[in-house]
């Protein structure tokens, strides 16, 4: 059953793929310009065929037709506020796959067809991860609307890849006894996200919290489960195998791992460490990725982040400080131009802090700090007052509709409004370029620009709340590497999920396990605990006699 579900949702995942490809397709050729460039009407059609892309614009508007390796000769002319001369408005390594790609391509239909399959493999990438992190809820991901639509218009879904798959090394997923290793391949994988995208970044900050300060108190006399479940779902085969307090993440340790993570003050202080290493292990790789072009061309490189700092918002940019300040919000309003800016960025990060400290307020009660919860809610923050959103940015959102369970309505709403402003904003480009009424009194696709546009914004508002009080998506049972217990041939528990031999166990003192095959001793425990609850052993779990008349005799 679990491999036949999976099939289905990398049907569903490249069925949306395909889609989104061919509606792409439908923009490109038939004919093209000296420079490759798609005709007749290219801006009709991507605007009324709802077919636009970034892919196809770039190939003229950043020349990719020259085959100009990335950033090293670029510049930026800040009278224009535009770059030229290589320079790319991405991060280094997302340039750098634009360059690959170019180099067979002779025109933007080739672009975008050597860029298809790189694209959809990263999709198809996430929608595994997110089967085995969530089952059935990675359908959310796989039929979700985004994928046809936004899926070719960028190159986010590289980033969306390298944050789930940071996700399911915290998980667990690869099975390692080594979480120290885990936890710095979730870093890595940030670091390489951020140099695809910058959003992935963010995500080191409630990482590192729940590394450091993410301990839950004694509530109990022995630990049944593993607890990060708990607080963020994701829980491996090893989670809290290096513990003896429910709900505190198994953690690496510089000294032998149990003895320094039970310790009182030591523990405090490797778990610091720790969290202090994945940030400097998220930045390093992020600075790593960056040093080469620094190096060789340090002005071309900076024009980039010149571009984007000095960026006005403007129609391009789809953001509620561009859309609450029409009529007065041109690009050419410096003054207005300069106070949005500074709103935005204000806005932005006390979105993101207070995230933070919700995140903090949640782990006083459920004892550890629900980073993920956190993850999400910062961005959706990020979405809802940074001073760019751009339509593909649902991407970035859509593994968290998968990982955390907040309510359907919730989902359905979001990927309906979204729906609404994507379709509605090209429909309205399109009134625009023909010179027809394109009012909201005027036109159809006017009111569902401002139906998705408000509408979204709202429920960003309303999922950063939602978010911080989610519960994580529970893993699959054939995929938690949670206990499948039986009774051995002496007494003893058999776990048939956990390694997959179905050797006994012989239960030794309460709440401890004598390990005879290779699962950790917690898995063990865990076993040993359900048959004893389903025995009616277990005085913690036993029925308690009723209080109240005796019966009568008979």
């Given at each position: 059953m679990?491999?036949?579900?999976l099939?289905?949702?990398?049907?569903?995942?490249?069925?949306?793929?395909?889609?989104?490809?061919?509606?792409?397709?439908?923009?490109?050729?038939?004919?093209?310009?000296?420079?490759?460039?798609?005709?007749?009407?290219?801006?009709?059609?991507i605007?009324?065929?709802v077919?636009?892309?970034?892919?196809?614009?770039?190939?003229?508007?950043?020349?990719l037709?020259?085959h100009?390796?990335?950033?090293?000769?670029?510049?930026?002319?800040?009278?224009?506020?535009?770059?030229?001369g290589?320079t790319l408005?991405?991060?280094?390594?997302t340039?750098?796959?634009?360059?690959?790609?170019?180099?067979?391509s002779?025109?933007?239909?080739e672009?975008?067809?050597?860029?298809?399959p790189?694209?959809?493999?990263?999709?198809?990438?996430?929608?595994?991860?997110?089967?085995r992190?969530?089952?059935i809820?990675?359908?959310w991901?796989?039929?979700?609307p985004?994928?046809?639509?936004?899926?070719?218009?960028n190159?986010?879904?590289?980033?969306?890849?390298?944050?789930?798959?940071?996700?399911?090394?915290?998980?667990?997923?690869?099975?390692?006894?080594h979480?120290?290793?885990?936890?710095?391949?979730?870093?890595?994988?940030?670091?390489?996200?951020?140099?695809l995208?910058?959003?992935p970044l963010m995500f080191?900050?409630?990482i590192?919290?729940?590394?450091?300060?993410?301990?839950?108190p004694?509530?109990?006399?022995?630990?049944?489960?593993?607890?990060?479940a708990?607080?963020?779902?994701?829980?491996?085969?090893?989670?809290?195998a290096?513990?003896?307090?429910?709900g505190?993440p198994?953690?690496?340790?510089?000294?032998?791992a149990?003895?320094?993570?039970?310790?009182?003050?030591?523990?405090?202080?490797v778990?610091w460490t720790?969290?202090v290493?994945?940030?400097?292990t998220?930045a390093?790789?992020?600075?790593?990725a960056?040093?080469?072009?620094?190096?060789?061309?340090?002005d071309?490189?900076w024009?980039?982040?010149?571009?984007?700092w000095?960026?006005?918002?403007?129609?391009t940019?789809?953001?509620?400080?561009?859309?609450?300040?029409?009529p007065?919000?041109?690009?050419?309003?410096?003054?207005?131009?300069?106070?949005?800016?500074?709103?935005?960025?204000?806005?932005?990060?006390v979105?993101m802090v207070?995230?933070?400290?919700g995140?903090?307020?949640?782990a006083?009660?459920v004892?550890?700090?629900p980073?993920?919860?956190?993850?999400?809610a910062m961005?959706?923050?990020?979405?809802?007052l940074?001073?760019?959103?751009?339509p593909?940015?649902?991407?970035?959102l859509?593994?968290?509709?998968?990982?955390?369970?907040?309510?359907?309505?919730?989902?359905?709403?979001?990927?309906?409004a979204?729906?609404a402003?994507?379709v509605?904003?090209?429909?309205w480009q399109?009134l625009?370029?023909?010179?027809?009424?394109?009012?909201?009194?005027d036109?159809?696709?006017a009111?569902?620009l401002?139906?998705g546009?408000w509408?979204?914004?709202?429920?960003?508002?309303?999922?950063?709340?939602?978010?911080?009080?989610a519960?994580?998506?529970?893993?699959?049972v054939?995929?938690?590497?949670?206990?499948?217990?039986?009774?051995?041939p002496?007494?003893?528990a058999?776990?048939?999920?956990?390694?997959?031999?179905?050797?006994?166990?012989?239960?030794?003192?309460?709440?401890?396990?004598?390990?005879l095959?290779?699962?950790?001793?917690?898995?063990?425990?865990?076993?040993h605990?359900q048959l004893?609850d389903?025995?009616?052993?277990?005085?913690?779990?036993?029925?308690q006699?009723?209080?109240?008349?005796a019966?009568?005799?008979?």
């Amino acid at each position: 059953m679990p491999a036949a579900l999976l099939v289905l949702t990398l049907l569903f995942t490249g069925l949306t793929l395909t889609l989104g490809y061919v509606n792409k397709q439908r923009c490109v050729g038939p004919e093209f310009t000296a420079v490759g460039q798609s005709e007749p009407d290219l801006t009709l059609r991507i605007t009324r065929d709802v077919c636009y892309t970034d892919l196809q614009y770039l190939w003229t508007g950043r020349e990719l037709y020259l085959h100009r390796f990335p950033y090293l000769h670029g510049s930026y002319d800040p009278v224009t506020r535009q770059i030229s001369g290589g320079t790319l408005e991405y991060p280094v390594l997302t340039g750098v796959v634009i360059w690959l790609t170019s180099l067979p391509s002779h025109d933007d239909a080739e672009f975008l067809a050597w860029n298809a399959p790189v694209l959809a493999l990263c999709g198809l990438l996430v929608a595994v991860l997110l089967h085995r992190l969530a089952g059935i809820r990675a359908w959310w991901y796989a039929l979700g609307p985004p994928l046809v639509l936004y899926a070719y218009l960028n190159w986010d879904l590289l980033a969306v890849a390298a944050v789930v798959g940071a996700f399911a090394l915290l998980s667990g997923l690869d099975r390692s006894r080594h979480p120290g290793l885990r936890l710095l391949g979730c870093a890595v994988l940030l670091g390489v996200g951020g140099a695809l995208k910058f959003y992935p970044l963010m995500f080191a900050a409630p990482i590192a919290l729940w590394v450091g300060a993410g301990l839950a108190p004694e509530r109990s006399a022995r630990t049944r489960v593993p607890a990060p479940a708990a607080a963020d779902g994701l829980d491996g085969p090893d989670a809290g195998a290096a513990s003896s307090t429910p709900g505190r993440p198994a953690l690496p340790a510089t000294a032998p791992a149990r003895r320094s993570v039970l310790d009182g003050s030591g523990e405090r202080q490797v778990r610091w460490t720790w969290a202090v290493g994945v940030l400097l292990t998220t930045a390093t790789v992020f600075a790593l990725a960056n040093l080469p072009f620094m190096i060789a061309g340090f002005d071309g490189w900076w024009a980039s982040f010149r571009f984007q700092w000095s960026r006005p918002i403007d129609v391009t940019t789809n953001s509620i400080w561009f859309w609450g300040a029409r009529p007065d919000g041109n690009a050419d309003n410096l003054a207005l131009q300069g106070k949005l800016g500074t709103l935005s960025t204000v806005s932005t990060a006390v979105g993101m802090v207070l995230a933070l400290l919700g995140g903090a307020w949640r782990a006083r009660r459920v004892g550890a700090y629900p980073w993920l919860q956190v993850g999400a809610a910062m961005l959706a923050a990020y979405l809802l007052l940074n001073k760019v959103h751009s339509p593909q940015y649902v991407l970035w959102l859509l593994p968290f509709f998968v990982l955390l369970r907040v309510r359907a309505g919730w989902i359905l709403a979001y990927l309906v409004a979204d729906v609404a402003m994507g379709v509605g904003f090209f429909r309205w480009q399109y009134l625009l370029y023909q010179g027809k009424p394109s009012g909201v009194y005027d036109s159809l696709a006017a009111q569902a620009l401002m139906i998705g546009v408000w509408g979204r914004a709202a429920l960003l508002v309303g999922l950063f709340v939602a978010f911080l009080g989610a519960e994580a998506a529970p893993r699959p049972v054939w995929a938690s590497g949670r206990p499948t217990c039986r009774k051995g041939p002496a007494g003893g528990a058999v776990d048939s999920s956990a390694d997959g031999t179905g050797r006994a166990r012989t239960p030794g003192p309460r709440g401890k396990g004598h390990q005879l095959g290779t699962t950790p001793d917690s898995a063990v425990t865990a076993c040993h605990d359900q048959l004893a609850d389903s025995a009616g052993t277990d005085p913690e779990r036993r029925p308690q006699p009723v209080s109240g008349p005796a019966a009568p005799s008979t």
